[in-house]
């Protein structure tokens, strides 16, 4: 683990992006920070964690909702700056309800915004 946490590249404030995609359906989840903790602690645990900017801590997908992402493998990219995480989704992974984060796209015909994807649980309060 020293090793690969020694490649990393973090930014100035100590976090590297992380891309969740879901392995069954290679569809993009969501987009969080990990400092070296998190990333510790979801390589220890096999479920991820993140550090949140808003609330400056630690925390751990699914700890309030049920909606757990169980690792399934962990890539970086050639620049070794940013994370791909491959992850079996337990329900949804946005705090919306929606599965994925990305719900929305943007029409090319007008510029409008649509929704793309379908709720799986109640908005997180």
């Not at 079996?88 to 929606?98: R, S, V």
Request: hydrophobic residues 35%; proline residues 2%.
């Amino acid at each position: 683990m020293k090793e690969f946490l020694e490649k990393l590249k973090f930014d100035e404030n100590g976090l590297i992006p992380a891309i969740v995609q879901e392995v069954e359906t290679n569809e993009i989840l969501m987009l969080a920070y990990m400092n070296e903790e998190s990333l510790k602690a979801t390589l220890r645990t096999g479920r991820t964690h993140f550090w949140s900017r808003s609330r400056g801590k630690l925390w751990q997908k699914g700890e309030t909702s049920g909606c757990e992402q169980i690792v399934h493998e962990i890539l970086f990219d050639c620049d070794e700056d940013t994370l791909l995480i491959k992850i079996h989704q337990k329900g949804g992974a946005c705090h919306t309800g929606y599965k994925s984060c990305f719900y929305r796209r943007i029409n090319s015909k007008g510029g409008k915004i649509e929704i793309v994807s379908r709720k799986v649980l109640p908005p997180a309060k």
